[in-house]
Each structure stands twice: as structure tokens, then as C-alpha cells.
């Protein structure tokens, strides 16, 4: 009896493991605030103001214009209406009676009041001309980064830390949603605080260092507070990431039937739920620090506030301003407040945008620089010879290579097998093959060409592969056999790889035929079963008519049925091209002109089937373990 026999008789079973501790460490673990002083930050903003101008430049210039000529009308408009208060006080706080006082003071309000307006429309339209460039820039830079991860060296995705990077990247493409409103607002209140602080630098130089004074703790708060949620954010990257994978993986009906049948609900929601409160834990940290940097600069603040409304009475007091000016100068005061305050807050949030913009920025240029850059050379049909010369590769962070100095020739109409143990390298040599990586060492050359220098698109045109794990794409029937790049105008082809896998009355038997998109989570959607989706894979890399076909446990989850119609189809075509298939089920290999037995990424037999069998070596052993049931 085991010792989980053991528990389970006694009603005692262990508790569910929480989720495992995320702590990657390594260049990109390093929260860049940590390196950048709080001045140099600040003076990013220029910067970033500038960057977001040139996105939106590209999306929409007009829009763009419209927001600019929409700021210049806010500060004439705030200029002339600061000047037209000033000329509207002195009558109506002069002498005379109130109708007089009033009707003298009217040509002066009628500009405030036409400048007000002037404001709120130049507001309205700015409005406007920000919700032209917000969809699309956002549409822009999500796409900009969907193609940078779809385009790097498929290498890349092993490489420490490169989807944590790609997450934290992603708030960048969120924060394109509020990005331009921020920058417009920003600038729309500076303009305003830099017209009415020039009025009130007019009526008294005093005013001005005192209200800046005033709104400066502020700044300095709002800045510091995006800061520290910054470095919250930052933290949380990489739970956030596998919170986001598991959300999928446990909501998905894909895998419904596995998350069910095997009681896994309630471990998947607690393993959630630790994530999430491991998050919010962090978050709640910040809490108490955001509340003392509010608290001191608020009293900061009002401070330095009640010091200019003091300065201001004692002005008008003593005599030393005219009441209509000091009258005007209250008003002054409160625009260049509110506008300050929000210079402050749009400031801190642009500030806030910038460093996920870095993010997305650092990223993008990293997928750049591990897009392919593999030369010109192309590949000409047919593709009479691929050789493997001492070819090695080993993955990043693995101690020892995946493939180790193979040597291999493949020729055109031969049938080559792979056989070996799990993990001895069989996928990882295919990819070399077909170029998806690049070997540490050796070469791979097609026709005597390096795959190192021959541009990446000429190979994977004359390529077709049916991976062990393929997508199910939430396609149409015809779309997931074509993958989008029709042979021909009509469905004749499309027909006919179906037919190489039995499926034509599978299909036939779908709601719309080729038309039925496959997505049963969407309405009219259809599903198929495992088996018929592993055939539809087949039928794509045989509707490819490629020079290299790689079939990568092709048939594991075929009726016999299917499996033998797969193999005669491969024997049929395989004159015309050089065919992989990578299989366990080692009787499979009987098609095959040549088979390799690969462990621990070399290769350790070779011959024919007849030759292996009566070899006595892993090929044999393997066999005869198959067949012991
Ligand atoms: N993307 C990857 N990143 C890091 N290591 C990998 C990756 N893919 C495979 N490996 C490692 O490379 C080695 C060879 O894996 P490979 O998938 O080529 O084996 P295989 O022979 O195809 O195995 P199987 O029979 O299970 O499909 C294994 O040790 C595996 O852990």
C-alpha cells in the first residue's frame, strides 16, 4: 500500500499546494525606475509628449491639427478672458448706480462670455479630434505588437523572461487608450496656466512664485504616487502573466471536459484566487505610502495656499492694488489653480503612460533586433538534398544541447523516421530541418544552401508540417485547410486533400460544408472530435504540396482507419518531396527508406526496418516493448 493509499483510508489528505513563487531574476528583472533619478524622469516628459504627438501624427494629421489650433484658440481665449475681467471690474466696482455700473461693464462681459464659449467649444472639439486618433493608434500599436511576437526567431520564446516582457509591454498598448486625452488635457491646461500666470504676473509679481508654491507639493505628490503604483505594477508582471494563461486554460471549453472529469475546478479557482491575492497584497502595500505622500503634500500645499490668498488681501488692504485688480487677481488665482492642478494630474499621468510606453518600446525594439536576418538567398524548387553537418543546438538555460552534432542526408523521394525516446530530440531536429531554429553549430544547407543565409519566407513556402501539438484554428473548414493561401479559385484542391484523409464526409456533414467555421463557442460554430481535427492537420500540409513534408506523430489520435489512409497518402506522394515522420508507434516506420534512432539529441542507429529490428539495439528493445501487452 502507498502512503497516499494510506491517507485516503484515514480521510487525511494533504492540502493544495499554493501557486509556485515567480521570481525571475536576470536583466529584465530590474524595475527601471530603481536606475533613474526622479529629475531625469520628469525630464522625460518633453520627450514623451513628442513621441505621443508623432504616433498621432501617423494615424491622423488632421486630427492632430485640429487639437493644436484647438489649444492655441484655449489660451487666446483664456488670455482675452482674464483682460476682459479685469475691464468689466473696474466699472462695476466704481461709482454710479448698478444699472450704470453695469451697462458701462457690458462689452466687457459680452467678450468674457464670448470667450467662455470660445473655451467650451475649442474643448467640445478637441474632444472630438482626440476620439479620431485614440481606436485607431490603439489598433496600430496592439497590431504593431501582435506582429513584432508573431515575426521574432521562433528561438526567442525560450529565452528568460521574453512573455513577461511581452505582458508588462501589453500595458502599454492599454495605456493608448487614455494616452492622447491625457497628453491633450495636459496640454490644453498648460497653455491655460501659462496664459492666466502671465495675467498675474501682470497685476502683481508676487502672485505667481506663491501659487506655485502652492500647486508644486501637488505635482510632486501626483508624481510620486505613479511612481510607487508603477513599481507595484511592475512586481505583479509575472503572476499577472500565468494568472492570465490560467484564466484561459480554466475557462476555455477546450479543456472543460479535462478540468471536470478530473475534480479540478475547485483547485483551479483556489490556485486563481492565491494568485489574485497575491497581487492585490502587493498592491495593498502601496496603499498606506500613496496615503502619506497625499497627506504631506496636501498640507504642503494648503499651506503655501492660504499664504497667496493672505498676500493677495493684504495687497488690496494696504492699497498697493486697485480692488478691480484685486478683484480680477482672485479670479486669475483660481484659473491658474485649476489649471495647475491640472498640468499636475494629466502631467503625472502621461508621466505614468511614459514608462509603460518604455516597456512597450524596449520590447518591440528587442523583437526587432530577434527578427529573422537570415540573407537573400532563395530556395528553387525541387529540393533535391538537405544535409545536416555536425548540427548541434541547445536551448537557452539547458545544460546540455537538444541536438548534438548530427549528421544526416535527406533525398528527394525518400522517406526518412525518427524514433526515440521522449525528449531525445526528435522535434527539436525537425525544427532545425526546416529552419524554425538556426543550429549553435553545424549547418543545415538545402540544395547546398546554408538555411543560416537563405531568406526565411523562400523556406517555409516549400514546407509543410504537421506539428505534434497544432492549433485548432477558429477558422472555416476551408480556411483551416487552405491556412489562408488558396492554390487555386475553386475548392477542387481543397476537396481533394480532404479526401486523402477521409474527411470529405465529415465535412459534408457540417452545417455549411467548407463554410462551417469551426469555433463551437460561436454561434453557428461546429466543433469536431480529436481525431478528425488531427486529419484536417494532416490535409493542410498535404494541400501544401510541399518539397519537405514533416509529420510529427501525425496519427495519434486516428481509428486504424485513418492511420492507414494517412500512410498510403505519404507513400503516394512521397516521389516528389522529402518526407519526415517522427512517430512512436514504431511499426509505422515499415514506409520509410531510412530510420534514425535519436537519444539524448545524437543519433545512436540507422538502417532500414528489417536491418533495426534484427540489430538487438534501442530500436529493437522499443519494438519488442510495444508489443508486449
Ligand atoms: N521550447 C523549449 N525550450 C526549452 N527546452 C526545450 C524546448 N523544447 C524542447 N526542449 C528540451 O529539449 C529536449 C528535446 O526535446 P524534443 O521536444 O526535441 O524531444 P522529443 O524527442 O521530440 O520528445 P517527445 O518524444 O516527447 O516529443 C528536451 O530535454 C526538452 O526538455
Redesign the pocket.
Known sequence: MTSADTQDTQGVTPPPPPPAEITYTGQYSINPLGEVSFRKLCGQLPSVLRRIARMSWDVDRRAVVLLLVCQLVTGVAAAVLLAAMAGAMRPVLGGGSVADRLHAALPALLVVAGASALTRGSAAVSTYAERRITPRLTTVTDTALVEAVCRVEAAA??VDGFADRQEAAEMGVIRTHVMVSDAQRFMSALVRMVTASGVLSVLNPLMLPLLLLAVLPAGVGAVLSARVDYEIHYANVADRNVRGMMRWWSTTPKYADEVRANGMTDYLLYWYRSLSERVDGRTLTAAPRTLRIALVSSVVGGVFLVATWAVLAWLAVTGRVALALAATAVVAVQTTLAALSQVIINGAAVFHTSLYLSDMQAFLDDAEARAPDRGEFTVSAPVEEIRLDEVTYQ?PG?DKP?VDRVSLTLRRGEILAVV?V???????LTRLITGIYLADKGRVTWNGSDLARIAEATVWSRTGLVP?IFAQWPLRVRENVTLGQPRTFDDGEVWQALDAVGMREAVEDLPHGLDTLLAREVFGGAELSGGQWQRLACSRALYRRPSLLILDEPTSQMDPRGEHAIFEEIKAIAGDRITIVVT?RLENTKVADHIVV?DQGRITEQGGYDELVHAGGTFAELLALSQDR
Open positions: 520564446y525560450a536551448y539547458k537538444a526515440g521522449n525528449g531525445s530530440g526528435k522535434s527539436t505534434q512512436h535519436m
